[in-house]
Structure formats: C-alpha cells, structure tokens
C-alpha cells in the first residue's frame, strides 16, 4: 500500500500578490514523486504551478493541493540543426534563453517576462508582442506529454490526442499535468532587434498606425497613457522591431553577435507603503515617460525589448502588500475603437490609474476552446489593489468588455463572475467535455476553476 504524500501548508498568491490563499505544497523532484501526488494526496483536488507568475488565483488551490513543478526544469534535448527543443516543463523561459541565443537561435512565442515556466506557457496559452504575425505558443509547440488523472501519461500533438492538446493550450492547468514539451526555436542571425519608436497623439492616431504599419514589424506594442483626457485620450508610445541582421549591427556587435552585454540589476527588496502609486504619481510618470520618448530608429538586445520590466526583481512589490490586480482584454477590430474609449473613459473617470498599460493588435483566434487572444485589439492594464471600489470598477469594465464582443485574458484575472466568462468564453461547454473524458473525477481543479464555474464549487 503506497503511503499518502506529505504536503506543507502555507499561504500563496500570484505575481499580483492577490488573493492570497492557504493551500497545501508538494514539491515532487521526479516523475514517480509526480504521479504518486497525483494518485494518493489526500486533498480532493490538485493543480500545478511553474512561477507562480500568473496574477490572480489560476495556480492558487485554497485549502487543497498545489504542486510545485520548480525542480522539474531540464533542458532535454537540443538539436542545432533543426532548432527543437525538448524541455521539461518547469524549465523557465529564461533557462531555455540562456541556452539557445549563444547558438543563434530565438524563441518563436515569447511574452513579456522570461521568468515563467514552460508548462504555464502552455497552460495559458502565452502570446506576445508578434501575435499578430505568428499567434500563441501553440505556433511553435511541436509535442507535450501529460499525465492524466488516471496516472496514464499521454503524448499530445496535432495528429496524436489532439483534442487534448487543444484543450490543455488555454485550459489553466485543468486538464492534468503536463511533464515535457518539444518546441520549435528560431534561428537569428543575432541576440538584436531594429527598433523604431513612435509617438502617437491620441487614440486614433495609435490605431491609425497599428492598421497601416504593423504588418511591416514582426514584433509591435504600445505604452499607453491611460491617464490621458480630452483630446490626448489614449495617447501612446508605439515600440515595433524586427530581428537585426548581421549587417545592420554596429560594427562593434558584429564579431560575436549572440553575445548580449550583461547589466545591472535592480530589486525591491520590500514591499512599498499603500498609495505611492496613486493616480497622481501615475500622472507624472505618464507625462515624464510620454515627453522623453522621440520618433527615432535604434538597435536593441533582446532584454531590453522584449523583457524590461525583468531586469527588476519582485517589481510587483512596488505596488504595496495589498497587491495588485491585472486587467487585460482583447477587442474584435469592429468594436475596438469604442470599447477602448469606454473603458480608458470609465478608468479615468473613476480615478484609476494604471502605472503599466500595454495595447496590441492580436490575430486570429486557435483552435483551443479557452484560448484568450481573438483577432483585434488587446488592453492590459494594472491597477494597485484599493479595495471594493477596484472591484466595482472591474465590474464595470467587464460589462464594457463584453458589450464590446471582447474576453478576458483568464491568467491575469482575479474577479471574473461565472455569468460574464461564460458569455466571453462561448466554447467553455466544448472545454468541460474534454475535461470530463480526460478528468471524470475532477482530479485537478483550483481556485479559478471553482470562481468560473469550470469545475464543481463544493
């Protein structure tokens, strides 16, 4: 007889540090530790963790089982002909980067944070700053292996168990547990991107040049003021690039082109008092960091295109112990335009203010039932916690959002009712039927599966 594991209670949030939860860790350092969780923890349910980067409670369990995958992050495999992969999925994206630029190849799919896991890559179904070129994760994810909650483990690709490879991009985790992945990499002829900044005056002059320029870049995104009233509602900070040649490097590159220079790094050691980052504060950084940008052309490391925000540890605490909440939307193209009036009008109006807020245009949506991005615009905004006035707010914007025909991004959500993900997410009956072939007894659940209605809530 197979003795229940050990596990450890202690409180866990996500990289919003809201909410905070008391759930029950295991930490398994091998696959026979794994499937021994998975079959005889004492908890009814059980959900797996990378990072810990998503905001809200998607790798939260509250009073029940999370499994810690940290450990499980090998890099297996790496053919420098052909640029796969194979990784366990605990590897973070910043192991696998690490490895692969100095042979000269790149991540196809990349958000804006190395710091997360392969596996949550996977279970959020990640896109980034190409996804309108190259779509999600799912564009470059060759294979993965899962184990089932019946202690099968499963190898998933488009011809082999596609329907659970589908199901489990996008399905948070819900679908079991999902061990390597085998990923397409992409050879560059350097660790550099051809940057051009832009200026935008207001709203229409950023979507302006989204429609007219962005098939021009691989890579596109936009701060956006969404501080900015009047005539300057929506103004914004258009940052587009594409990988650098060879030739186009400065002379000093070019004799070892995948090579980044390191630099420094910051931290915040503790968490900030409440109210430094306040609508006030937010307005001055809004205008210095809008008034010193120029149209200009530049060549960047891949660092400081794609990951700024990484170069400073637990960032996240700048926003006090109460913690903060994310909120990001995706737009179809027709209702884009309005929806994001409606929504930066009634944040601003509200005297919210957002000290990171990022604008996109997506592609078109993948086969899986619970992936996030549509083909339009996508609005991610990040609120510090103030409490039940946020709360009405995000209330308001999800009415806003899905009078819009948008959806929220479910791996920065915290507060989602049942009622509006079910409108946003119309394929959610096609999800909990594959989960129900692949999970009849609801094995693996969390704290977001249970807020949506995804799984039982007793």
């Keep these: 007889m197979v003795s229940a594991p050990r596990s450890v209670p202690a409180e866990l949030s996500g990289w919003g540090n809201y909410p905070v939860e008391t759930c029950h860790l295991y930490r398994p350092n091998d696959l026979d530790a794994l499937k021994t969780i998975v079959q005889h923890a004492p908890q009814p349910d059980l959900i797996s963790r990378g990072q810990?980067?998503?905001?809200?409670?998607?790798?939260?369990?509250?009073?029940?089982?999370?499994?810690?995958?940290?450990?499980?992050?090998?890099?297996?495999?790496?053919d420098a002909e052909t640029g796969v992969l194979e990784c366990e999925a605990g590897a973070t994206l910043s192991e696998i980067l690490d490895y692969i630029v100095p042979r000269g190849f790149f991540l196809g799919i990349t958000p804006g944070t190395k710091n997360i896991s392969v596996g949550g890559a996977i279970a959020a179904d990640v896109h980034g700053k190409n996804h309108h070129k190259e779509g999600t994760i799912s564009h470059q994810l060759l294979a993965f292996s899962v184990l089932i909650a019946s202690g099968e483990i499963l190898t998933c690709s488009r011809d082999e168990n596609s329907d659970l490879f589908w199901v489990t991009l996008g399905g948070m985790g819900l679908t079991g547990v999902i061990l390597t992945a085998r990923l397409q990499m992409k050879a560059v002829e350097s660790a550099y991107v051809r940057t051009r900044t832009e200026?935008?005056?207001?709203?229409?002059?950023?979507?302006?040049?989204?429609?007219?320029?962005?098939?021009?870049?691989?890579?596109?995104?936009?701060?956006?003021?969404?501080l900015a009233r009047g005539d300057s509602l929506g103004r914004s900070v258009l940052m587009r690039a594409n990988p650098a040649r060879?030739?186009?490097?400065?002379?000093?590159?070019?004799?070892?082109?995948?090579?980044?220079?390191?630099?420094?790094?910051?931290?915040?050691?503790?968490?900030?008092?409440?109210?430094?980052?306040?609508?006030?504060?937010?307005?001055?950084?809004?205008?210095?960091f809008y008034a010193a940008r120029r149209d200009r052309g530049a060549i960047a490391d891949y660092?400081?295109?794609?990951?700024?925000?990484?170069?400073?540890?637990?960032?996240?605490?700048?926003?006090?112990?109460?913690?903060?909440?994310?909120?990001?939307?995706?737009?179809?193209?027709?209702?884009?335009?309005?929806?994001?009036?409606?929504?930066?009008?009634?944040?601003?109006?509200?005297?919210?203010?957002?000290?990171?807020a990022v604008l996109k245009s997506t592609g078109p949506a993948n086969p899986s039932p619970?992936?996030?991005?549509?083909?339009?615009?996508s609005l991610a905004l990040d609120f510090p916690n103030t409490g039940e006035k946020l709360l009405r707010?995000?209330?308001?914007?999800?009415?806003?959002?899905?009078?819009?025909?948008?959806?929220?991004y479910l791996a920065k959500d915290s507060t989602l009712e049942a009622e509006h993900f079910r409108a946003m997410y119309p394929r959610f009956d096609e999800f909990l039927a594959l989960k129900a072939k692949y999970d009849p007894e609801t094995r693996f659940s969390s704290s977001l599966a249970r807020r949506l209605g995804l799984v039982r809530a007793d």
């Design 303 to 356: 660092d400081s295109y794609f990951y700024p925000l990484d170069r400073v540890a637990d960032w996240n605490r700048i926003y006090g112990r109460r913690g903060a909440l994310q909120y990001q939307v995706v737009l179809p193209r027709a209702t884009a335009r309005q929806g994001l009036i409606d929504i930066l009008g009634e944040t601003t109006a509200d005297g919210h203010g957002s000290f990171l």
């Design 246 to 288: 060879l030739e186009e490097l400065p002379p000093s590159l070019r004799s070892s082109p995948h090579s980044v220079p390191s630099k420094r790094s910051f931290g915040v050691p503790f968490s900030l008092p409440s109210g430094v980052l306040n609508s006030f504060s937010m307005r001055i950084f809004n205008a210095a």
């Design 370 to 377: 619970l992936s996030f991005p549509i083909e339009g615009i």
């Design 393 to 408: 707010l995000l209330r308001r914007l999800d009415e806003l959002t899905l009078a819009s025909g948008g959806r929220v």
């Design 199 to 226: 200026r935008c005056r207001d709203l229409d002059d950023v979507l302006s040049r989204i429609d007219d320029g962005d098939r021009d870049y691989d890579y596109a995104v936009a701060w956006i003021d969404c």
């Design 52 to 78: 810990g980067r998503s905001y809200g409670d998607a790798s939260l369990n509250a009073s029940r089982g999370v499994m810690l995958q940290e450990d499980l992050n090998r890099i297996l495999s790496f």
